[in-house]
C-alpha cells in the first residue's frame, strides 16, 4: 500500500468534510440520550448506546476513511457528556470500539452491493453475524478493561461482558438497518422535492397515490405500535402484568405488510418507544432488553423473507410477461408471413400488417410511408389515424417521418423528446401532436425506404 493510498484510506474525501459537522451533533445528541440509560453513574455501560449505531452506519455509507473521525468524535462527546475530562480508559475503549466496527463495515462492504438493502434472509443473517461477533468482540475487550481499571462496580466479568453487549446490539440492530433500508428513499423524496422547487414542477406529481396511500398505512401502523406502547407502560389497567410481549403483534403486522421496510420501521419505533417509556416509568430496562433482541431479530428475518419472497414474486411476474411478450410476437410474425402469401392485394396486406402490430402494441393510429428518390415525394400507401386525413404525396419536410428516413434508426418520441428535437432544429410540429410517437424505418440491405 502507498503512502497516498494509506493516507485516502484515514482521511476524509473532501465531499465529505462537509457532512462531518453533522455527525458530530448527531453523535452529542445519541450520547446525550444514551446517557440516561447508563449504569455505574458514570456511563461505563449503557442500556442502549445509539453511538454504537451511529459508528457503523457512518463507516458503512460513507467507508473506513471516516474512522479517525469517528474516534475522535467518541472522544469529545464522552468526555463531555459522561466524564470530566479524558481519561486513558475512554480513549482506549473508543479505539476498540471504533477498531471493531471498522473491521464490520470493511468485511460488510466487500459482500454483494444488495447487502444494504437486507431484502433477503441471506443479506440479514451476514449483517446479523458480522455486527454480532464485531460487538462480542468490543464488549469483551471493554468489560476486560473495566475490570482491570477498577470500573465494573459489583457486576462480574461476564454480566459487564453481557451488559455492554446487550446495549451495544441493541443500538445496532435499532440503527443501522433502519438508515440502510429508509435512507435511499428518503434521499429519491429529497432529491426529487429540491428538483421540483427549482423548476417549479406541479407538487401533484410528487405527492402521487402510488406514495401517498402506502404513507398514511404505515402512519395508521405506526399509531398502532405507538398505543399498544402506551398500554405496555401507562395504562393502569394492563401496567401491573407487564404485558410486553403484546407489542409484537403490531411489530409483525408491520412487518408483514411493508417487508424489511416495515420491519426495520417498527423495529425503530418499538424500541425507542421502550426505552423511553422505561425510562419515564422507572420500569426496569434490563428485564426487557431480552425480549427487544428476540423481537428485533424476528422481525429482521421475517420482514426480510417476506421482502425476499415478494421480489421473486415481481422476478417470475416479469419473466411471465416477457414470455407472454414472446408468444404475442410471434404470432405476430406468422399472422405477417401468413398475410403475405393469402391477401388479396396490397392494400389488403398493409391492413394485416396494423392489425398484426396491434396484437403486439397500441397502434390505433398507424400508417405507412414510402419515399421515392426519382420524384423525391412521400406517400402514404397505407394511413389510419383518429384526426387527420390521408395525407396527398409530398416533398421532404421536416417531420418526424423525415427524420427516420434520414436516420435510418427507430425513435420513440414523447412530448419531452419532441420538444428537445424542435429546439435543435432537427424536426417541426406537423400534424396532430401525440403523446407518443413510434417510427421503425423500412429498409432494403442498408437503403431506407
Known amino acids: ?205 410528487l405527492f402521487s397515490k402510488d406514495r401517498f396511500y402506502p404513507v398514511i398505512g404505515f402512519l395508521i401502523q405506526i399509531t398502532g405500535l405507538i398505543f399498544v406502547l402506551w398500554m405496555v407502560f401507562f395504562w393502569p389497567v394492563t401496567r401491573p402484568y407487564n404485558p410486553f410481549y403484546i407489542c409484537f403483534i403490531p411489530l409483525v403486522w408491520i412487518t408483514l405488510v411493508g417487508g424489511i421496510n416495515g420491519a426495520t420501521l417498527g423495529i425503530a419505533i418499538i424500541n425507542t418507544g421502550t426505552v423511553i417509556a422505561a425510562s419515564l416509568t422507572g420500569v426496569d430496562l434490563i428485564s426487557l432488553q431480552f425480549f427487544i433482541l428476540i423481537f428485533t431479530v424476528t422481525s429482521l428475518f421475517l420482514g426480510s423473507a417476506i421482502s425476499e419472497r415478494r421480489f421473486s414474486e415481481r422476478a417470475l411476474l416479469q419473466e411471465i410477461n416477457k414470455l407472454k411478450e414472446a408468444e404475442r410476437m410471434q404470432a405476430a410474425l406468422a399472422q405477417i408471413s401468413e398475410s403475405a402469401s393469402t391477401s388479396e392485394n396490397f392494400i389488403a396486406l398493409l391492413q394485416s400488417f396494423h392489425l398484426a402490430i396491434m396484437s403486439v402494441i ?60 424542435e429546439r435543435d432544429g432537427k424536426v417541426v410540429s406537423m400534424g396532430a401532436p401525440s403523446i407518443d410517437w413510434l417510427g421503425v424505418p423500412l429498409k432494403i440491405q442498408d437503403l431506407t425506404i
Open 362 to 421: 397500441p397502434a390505433k393510429n398507424f400508417y405507412i410511408c414510402l419515399y421515392n428518390p426519382e420524384s423525391k415525394l412521400l406517400s402514404f400507401p397505407y394511413f389510419m389515424d383518429d384526426v387527420d386525413t390521408t395525407p396527398d404525396p409530398k416533398p421532404l419536410e421536416q417531420g418526424l417521418t423525415e427524420y427516420v428516413l434520414r436516420t435510418g434508426k427507430p425513435i420513440l418520441v414523447d412530448p419531452e423528446h419532441f420538444a428537445e428535437l
Open 1 to 205: 500500500m502507498t503512502f497516498t493510498s494509506m493516507w485516502a484510506s484515514i482521511v476524509p474525501a473532501r465531499s465529505q468534510w462537509v457532512r462531518l459537522p453533522i455527525y458530530l451533533l448527531l453523535f452529542y445528541l445519541l450520547a446525550s440520550f444514551s446517557a440516561n440509560f447508563s449504569m455505574e453513574g458514570g456511563g461505563l455501560v449503557s442500556l442502549w448506546y445509539l453511538p454504537s449505531g451511529l459508528i457503523l452506519t457512518i463507516l458503512l455509507l460513507e467507508g473506513i476513511s471516516l474512522s479517525t473521525f469517528c474516534l475522535l468524535a467518541i472522544i469529545v462527546v464522552e468526555s463531555f457528556v459522561f466524564y470530566e475530562g479524558i481519561p486513558f480508559t475512554l480513549v482506549i475503549k473508543a479505539l476498540v470500539s471504533v477498531t471493531g466496527y471498522s473491521a464490520a463495515a470493511y468485511w460488510l462492504r466487500k459482500q454483494r452491493n444488495d447487502l444494504f438493502r437486507l431484502a433477503s434472509v441471506r443479506n440479514v443473517t451476514i449483517f446479523i453475524a458480522i455486527t454480532g461477533l464485531a460487538v462480542t468482540i468490543v464488549a469483551l475487550i471493554n468489560a476486560s478493561l473495566n475490570s482491570l481499571s477498577g470500573n465494573a462496580g459489583h457486576h462480574s466479568f461476564i454480566i459487564g461482558s453481557l451488559l455492554w453487549w446487550m446495549g451495544d446490539m441493541l443500538a445496532v440492530l435499532s440503527f443501522v438497518p433502519f438508515v440502510l433500508v429508509h435512507f435511499p428513499t428518503i434521499k429519491q423524496f429529497y432529491d426529487e422535492l429540491l428538483d421540483r422547487l427549482k423548476h417549479q414542477k406541479h407538487r401533484g406529481l
